[in-house]
């Protein structure tokens, strides 16, 4: 079997858990009626009537939320045009015990569960995470203890929103900016995370055997794995501003109190965390900042700063002869005032690290964020993270960890972290870890289209693209085309730039030309990184070329699609990648990938990313898009080969513009390069360049001597 033959026939599968949405809506065209992803049907329980009203609720909301808005339209306007009633608020005056609780029963709480494909496990708390042995002998019984620690549990699910405030106590405030925001139905990582957060004491219910602090609460440390753009951010802030809240109210201090950190791994998503955080807390007053370079955090520095009030921008003067050789640059401005500060992991550990011979303590931190937990704990961040995680000393301190990924090692890491935290500050074991996961494990958003595309050569990319941007045929359906806006993924910054500078004129001035396309990348400054952002999102940039730095969390609404121009380091950078389409159960969005003939012994892992997503859509062998004969074509990649693919890419690829030799010279340039000609062409043109430099210099040459023979003629006239 020729494998060329087989894997030029390309791919095209269409995944949809809804059949009654229509193939032409695209992301672009607006929100979608009902955010979420999966919802089977629930089965008549026999002899048993059930109970309908909750379910209704849903489908009133759903038809409220039906409107048809333009791309990137933000939602506040959504909610202005069909504005629901707001609900009943409570007074200020309202005390949680006023609150009816509203509660489900064990039975009904698992059909809905099971039909939103929710499953909550209870991990073992106080005993480190075992480790599976290799030998064979040993392995069953590990395997048997390991079954009898993990315990599936049902807690309450989020039915409406509204329960958040009749049954979960949030506050008035906070209910009616969510009916602001235009939320209406929860999606399935906030039906399962809110309750849990929330109220963790209703929620579980019987469900554990409870282990209460000294205030008569549970805690619930989460590890939330649900699929991208599936609502995480909504689902990790809402209990964060209610902590606040509650604490506020409790000891009727209105300071500002950094309780609440969120790590994000790029600036990117560190910004757009703290903009939804504060679309969510006007007039609950809490504040919400973002880290920049030079703010100081610690309440060490602002007592040093309170001291030496008045002296706001100068630098301290110390008396210790010690501590007068350190370098107290933080000193130079007070600390922020914040209840929830969103960074990124460098900065935020540069912060609490600098000129202090150990990172300084966060003792009134209670809850820490990590969105995009793999990525954090991966080892490029895990130091940063870990000091970050290992600051916050607050015996009540909850950790939540959110990602659309995450390997069990990452399980392990974050399970053993809160461990031995509670046995180095000898916590009592009042902490529950519960995974939550929605969907399959590790897999692509069930709602957009799939295409693996065989490109066999760089410039058969370069053609396929421009094939997408500017499709020959009339057609009407999406795979044929990518309608911009769009993202287009490259392996490294200096192939972001060369397929930048090669697109840039693809776009009809009309159109608005070379404008509509940008790049955006690390090496760029803050600043222009920021405002290539601000246009893409108000729809001034159609094509946006980069690099995995937008891969995770970066929510753009409506883009219609992502192309891989490059095949991604890993499953899970797929995974990520096409998920910023197809956002918020948004139909239509496409993900094209481009493959060549040097990608093939990787492109596995993405086939059956895409095989595993139709499945869980509920394709049959027949509807199937990505086709049997592909995936057992297709080599396996050994664990050594991945790893190396994870760490470095494509060999071909590496550093831009192709592989080194040992002299330094770029090897196999040209077959990487980004360019429409192909390599004949290249070589052609090499030769033609060739052969006009070497008639000019043998034309210099043949100047230089014809002078030299007149020199040693007028050598003679010399005399
Ligand atoms: N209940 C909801 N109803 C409608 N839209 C929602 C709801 N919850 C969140 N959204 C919207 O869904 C989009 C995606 O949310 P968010 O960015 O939090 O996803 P995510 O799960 O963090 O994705 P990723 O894994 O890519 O980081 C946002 O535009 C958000 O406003």
Redesign the pocket.
């Known amino acids: 079997m020729d494998i060329l033959k087989l894997l030029s026939r390309s791919t095209k599968q269409t995944t949809r858990t809804r059949k009654d949405a229509p193939s032409t809506k695209l992301p672009s065209a607006g929100t979608s009626a009902n ?1 979420q992803l999966f919802y089977d049907a629930i089965p008549e329980a026999r002899g048993k009537k059930r109970k309908r009203g909750r379910e209704t609720e849903q489908v009133q909301a759903q038809d409220e939320a039906e409107s048809n808005v333009n791309f990137f339209e933000e ?1 506040a306007s959504v909610s202005k045009e069909k504005k629901s009633p707001a609900p009943k608020l409570a007074t200020k005056s309202e005390s949680k015990t006023d609150i009816v609780a509203e509660l489900l029963d064990e039975g009904e709480c698992r059909q809905l569960l099971r039909s939103h494909r929710l499953k909550a496990t209870l991990l073992p708390s106080n005993k480190p995470a075992k480790v599976i042995k290799k030998s064979k002998k040993k392995k069953k019984a590990v395997e048997s203890t390991k079954k009898e620690e993990y315990k599936q549990i049902y807690p309450q699910p989020l039915v409406a929103f509204k329960d958040l405030r009749s049954t979960y106590g949030i506050s008035g405030r906070m209910a009616e900016n969510l009916v602001q925001q235009g ?5 399935e ?2 039906m399962g995370s809110l309750p849990l957060l929330l109220r963790p004491k209703i929620a579980l219910g019987e469900s554990i055997n409870e282990v209460e602090d000294a205030n008569g609460e549970i805690h619930v440390d989460l590890l939330a794995v ?1 699929p ?7 689902a990790f802030l809402i209990p964060i501003v209610d902590q606040i809240m509650q604490r506020r109210r409790a000891s009727e201090a209105k300071e500002h109190v950094l309780e609440a950190i969120v790590v994000a791994p790029t600036k990117e998503l560190a910004t757009q965390i703290v903009n939804e955080a504060k679309k969510l807390s006007p007039g609950t007053g809490v504040k919400v900042v973002g880290m920049r370079k030079g703010m100081r955090i610690t309440k060490e520095d602002d007592q040093e700063q309170d001291e030496s009030s008045g002296d706001e921008g100068e630098d301290e003067e110390d008396d210790d002869g010690e501590d007068a050789e350190k370098p107290r640059k933080r000193t130079s401005q007070p600390a922020v005032k914040a209840d929830i500060m969103v960074s990124t992991p460098g900065l935020l550990f540069s912060a609490l690290s600098t000129d202090l011979a150990q990172p300084a303590s966060l003792p009134t931190t209670r809850t820490l964020v990590l969105d ?1 937990a793999d990525v954090l704990l991966d080892p490029l961040f895990r130091d940063q993270t870990l000091g970050v995680w290992n600051s916050c000393t607050n015996p009540e301190l909850r950790v939540t960890l959110w990602s ?1 990924t995450m390997g069990s090692n990452i399980e392990s890491l974050a399970s053993s972290t809160i461990q031995s935290r509670r046995s180095r500050l000898d916590l009592a074991p009042t902490s529950h870890i519960i995974r939550l996961v929605v969907g399959l494990k590790d897999s692509a958003i069930p709602n957009i289209t799939h295409r693996l595309v065989y490109a066999a050569t760089e410039p058969g990319k370069l053609i396929a693209l421009r094939q997408l941007l500017h499709p020959t045929a009339k057609s009407t359906d999406a795979t044929q085309s990518l309608r911009p806006p769009f993202l287009v993924f490259t392996q490294t910054i200096p192939r972001a730039v060369a397929l930048h500078s090669e697109l840039l004129y693809d776009i009809p001035s009309e159109a608005g030309g070379s404008t509509r396309i940008a790049v955006l990348h690390a090496e760029l400054s803050d600043t222009a990184r920021s405002t290539i952002m601000t246009r893409f999102r108000n729809g001034e940039i159609w094509i946006l070329i980069t690099t995995d730095i937008l891969s ?2 970066v ?1 753009f ?1 409506g883009i219609n699609g992502v192309v891989n121009y490059d095949v991604p380091n890993s499953g899970a950078a797929y995974i ?1 990648r096409v ?1 910023r389409t197809g ?2 159960g948004r139909e239509g969005g496409v993900a094209v990938t481009f493959y060549t003939k040097e990608d093939i012994p990787y492109v596995k892992a993405v086939a059956n990313i895409i095989a595993a997503s139709e499945k869980a859509a509920g394709k049959g062998e027949s509807e199937a898009g990505m086709k049997r004969w592909l995936l057992d074509a297709l080599p396996t990649p050994s664990k050594q080969e991945k790893k190396k693919l994870k760490l470095h890419g494509v060999e071909a690829r590496r550093g831009g513009l192709g592989e080194k030799n040992k002299e330094g010279n770029v090897k196999g340039k040209w077959k990487s390069q980004i360019s429409t000609k192909s390599g004949y062409e290249r070589k052609l043109e090499h030769n033609r360049k060739g052969a006009i430099q070497g008639s000019r210099r043998r034309m210099l040459e043949a100047e230089k001597e014809e002078q030299n023979g007149e020199d040693s003629e007028w050598g003679g006239i010399d005399e």
């Open positions: 955010p939602k939320y209406k139905i929860p999606t990582v906030q649900a991208t753009g599936s609502g995480k951010t909504l995009e659309a995770r969390g929510d609404r990520h998920g956002r918020a």
